[in-house]
T-cell receptor
Framework: RKEVEQDPGPFNVPEGATVAFNCTYSNSASQSFFWYRQDCRKEPKLLMSVYSSGNEDGRFTAQLNRASQYISLLIRDSKLSDSATYLCVVNPQAGTALIFGKGTTLSVSS | GAVVSQHPSWVICKSGTSVKIECRSLDFQATTMFWYRQFPKQSLMLMATSNEGSKATYEQGVEKDKFLINHASLTLSTLTVTSAHPEDSSFYIC?????????????FGPGTRLTVL
């Protein structure tokens, strides 16, 4: 089983749509969780951290379910500029390397 | 936020040559840096952990004699791909931990795209 699994997509949605991405992780002792965004041929950039209590930043909402080892990202009112690959990322332990999922590709069209 | 630079941003070289990639933390001292590699349509995979003043720790399957890592100062880590082959063509990205910040926050360089002909 892969350490971090995501549906690769692609997700093709119209502007204004709501889209949800899911991710599962295998190490139940993992400590920190993130969503990163990666544009084509660029480095990944931190989108938001994920907590059990949920985390909302504008149109983006992230949620962590530790019991089921499941992470989600919800994007509301999609914009063209949201088109990118969204990476689910787990940090097993503070100070160690991050573990990345393969990413889910989102394409928003007008 | 903290800034990490990488140089060069892209490089094309002939098979058999060596390529050095630099990763610098510009406004903080990084005792730990990480080197990742990303093949097309794949996830970032950790190659090695670079610790200032000590030998790097390599992930399973990564040849330490082929991918030489040197972390001689608190602001610079280098990755040298020796005797590069076309299968080494990839996107190499470094990240650095800021010890004064959150322990789970890493700052990524912009990456180096290596093409070996």
């Amino acid at each position: 089983r892969k350490e971090v699994e995501q549906d690769p997509g692609p997700f093709n949605v119209p502007e204004g749509a709501t889209v949800a991405f899911n991710c599962t992780y295998s190490n139940s002792a993992s400590q920190s969780f993130f969503w990163y965004r990666q544009d084509c041929r660029k480095e990944p950039k931190l989108l938001m951290s994920v907590y059990s209590s949920g985390n909302e930043d504008g149109r983006f909402t992230a949620q962590l379910n530790r019991a089921s080892q499941y992470i989600s990202l919800l994007i509301r009112d999609s914009k063209l500029s949201d088109s990118a690959t969204y990476l689910c990322v787990v940090n097993p332990q503070a100070g160690t390397a991050l573990i990345f999922g393969k990413g889910t590709t989102l394409s928003v069209s007008s | 936020g903290a800034v990490v630079s990488q140089h060069p941003s892209w490089v094309i070289c002939k098979s058999g040559t060596s390529v050095k990639i630099e990763c610098r933390s510009l406004d903080f001292q990084a005792t730990t840096m990480f080197w990742y590699r990303q093949f097309p349509k794949q996830s970032l995979m950790l190659m090695a952990t670079s610790n200032e003043g000590s030998k790097a720790t390599y992930e399973q399957g990564v040849e330490k004699d082929k991918f030489l890592i040197n972390h001689a100062s608190l602001t610079l880590s280098t990755l040298t791909v020796t005797s590069a082959h076309p299968e080494d063509s990839s996107f190499y990205i470094c990240s650095a931990l800021d010890p004064s910040g959150r322990a789970d926050t890493q700052y990524f360089g912009p990456g180096t795209r290596l093409t070996v002909l």
